[in-house]
């Protein structure tokens, strides 16, 4: 009688660690978005702009719900309601085929006035660095220049997005190893083909032959994000010149971005994409 109460104690815990850590989820009630916030994302962001109907709605309600957990902080700048808009898009972008995520590894996103450098500093040399998913002692807190969270959305043409890049490494870090292949998303007999298409494309990106920045050649992690901000904010483009890569991220996120949404409303042109 002991062995099978301790062995219902493994499974409960092993239910409850897999219900928050793996698979987060949110059961609070919808918070309607107000008309500022709407403004903002149908002048900015292009994701939302393809949504249409009750995906444009669930969008915005994630946006809210997400904006009620997350605190927003600037360091040394102002924090504007678009500021807090971006931030929001940038993490339900990669998410939003997974209805009721919730990023349980996140409480803070802190903003800074430009790029800085690995101790924070946004004077002098080195600052190269636009975004950073923090360890240790930053655990749970996420760091983006501002300025280039704001380009990511207005540079229409580029492949890049520094918000999606970074949620999509919080996503990637989840499992605990932040290494390309998110658990959370990836099933095993998914993996291995994953695995393999990282790395021809990695090559292919060092051999100067894939049109992949090439600080996706960086290593797996950096790779899968890379991708995945050329996945969201060029769809079809990406679709065109990577339709296995393609195909594979569509099933990882449980989204299609490329393909347009069937009900009426107001959207983006295909040649935006």
């Given at each position: 009688m002991a062995s099978i109460l301790v062995l219902l104690i493994i499974l409960g815990?092993?239910?409850?660690?897999?219900?928050?850590?793996?698979?987060?989820h949110y059961h609070g009630e919808k918070i309607p978005i107000d008309a500022?916030?709407?403004?903002?994302?149908?002048?900015?962001?292009?994701?939302?702009?393809?949504?249409?109907?009750?995906?444009?709605?669930?969008?915005?309600?994630?946006?809210?719900?997400?904006?009620?957990?997350?605190?927003?902080?600037?360091?040394?700048?102002?924090?504007?309601e678009e500021d807090r808009v971006l931030v929001a898009a940038s993490a339900i972008i990669?998410?939003?085929?997974?209805?009721?995520?919730?990023?349980?590894?996140?409480?803070?996103?802190?903003?800074?006035?430009?790029?800085?450098?690995?101790?924070?500093?946004?004077?002098?040399?080195?600052?190269?660095?636009?975004?950073?998913?923090g360890w240790g002692f930053m655990?749970?807190?996420m760091t983006l220049s501002k300025p280039s969270l704001h380009l990511g959305f207005s540079n229409k043409t580029s492949k890049e997005n520094v918000g999606?890049?970074?949620?999509?490494?919080?996503?990637?870090?989840?499992?605990g190893?932040?290494?390309?292949?998110?658990?959370?998303?990836?099933?095993?007999?998914?993996a291995i083909p994953w695995l393999k298409m990282m790395k021809e494309e990695i090559h292919k990106i060092a051999e100067d032959d894939s049109d992949i920045r090439p600080y996706g050649a960086t290593?797996?992690?950096?790779?899968?994000?890379?991708?995945?901000?050329?996945?969201?904010k060029r769809p079809r483009l990406f679709k065109k010149k990577h339709p296995q890569l393609y195909k594979a991220m569509t099933i990882i996120f449980k989204q299609n971005p490329a393909e347009p949404q069937k009900e009426k409303g107001p959207g983006v042109s295909e040649s935006d994409n």
């Open positions: 815990s092993t239910a409850w660690y897999l219900r928050t850590h793996m698979y987060p500022k916030k709407k403004a903002i994302l149908a002048d900015k962001v292009d994701f939302y702009k393809r949504l249409r109907g009750k995906d444009r709605r669930n969008f915005e309600y994630r946006v809210m719900r997400f904006l009620s957990g997350c605190k927003i902080t600037g360091v040394s700048t102002d924090v504007t990669p998410v939003f085929g997974f209805e009721e995520w919730d990023y349980s590894n996140l409480n803070e996103v802190l903003l800074y006035p430009d790029t800085f450098n690995p101790d924070f500093e946004t004077n002098g040399k080195d600052r190269n660095i636009s975004g950073m998913v655990n749970g807190t999606i890049h970074e949620f999509v490494h919080l996503i990637d870090k989840m499992d190893a932040t290494d390309g292949v998110p658990d959370v998303l990836i099933r095993h007999p998914q290593n797996q992690a950096e790779f899968y994000s890379v991708a995945s901000e050329y996945f969201f």
